[in-house]
């Protein structure tokens, strides 16, 4: 599975801005993918995740209210709507796809649970 994240930019506090990963490959659709970020010198964090029906979603309580995750498995897309963006939003942003079936939200929470990782997309708010 490849995955390729787009969508970054520049954007000042309060505004919007949506994140797409595309996903190619066997069975593409079929992997749960999350979201996840990572500033410069800490730890690549969770944002959000979905099951690959996208029957469920998760979301870091930072992100709650705020971002919202999606799924077009026919174009085999998933989406992170970014609202209500903070300074503190700003990272790179990476998706990434996981093959587990069954398991609960903790389980998208952690980044080794995922095989397949994008490139990385750049966020920036500024104040």
């Known amino acids: 599975v490849q995955l390729q994240a787009s969508g970054g930019g520049l954007v000042q506090a309060g505004e919007s801005l949506t994140l797409s990963c595309a996903a190619s490959?066997?069975?593409?659709?079929?992997?749960?993918t999350g979201w996840f970020r990572q500033v410069p010198g800490k730890e690549r964090e969770f944002v959000s995740a979905?099951?690959?029906?996208?029957?469920?979603?998760y979301y870091a309580e930072h992100v709650k209210g705020r971002f919202t995750i999606s799924r077009d498995n026919d174009d085999n897309m998933v989406y992170l709507q970014m609202n209500s963006l903070r300074p503190e939003d700003t990272a790179v942003y990476y998706c990434?796809?996981?093959?587990?079936?069954?398991?609960?939200?903790?389980?998208?929470?952690?980044?080794?649970?995922?095989?397949?990782w994008g490139q990385g997309t750049l966020v920036t708010v500024s104040s």
């Open positions: 490959g066997r069975d593409a659709s079929k992997y749960g």
């Open positions: 990434a796809a996981s093959s587990g079936v069954g398991y609960s939200g903790s389980y998208y929470y952690t980044p080794s649970n995922y095989a397949y």
């Open positions: 979905t099951t690959w029906s996208g029957r469920n979603s």
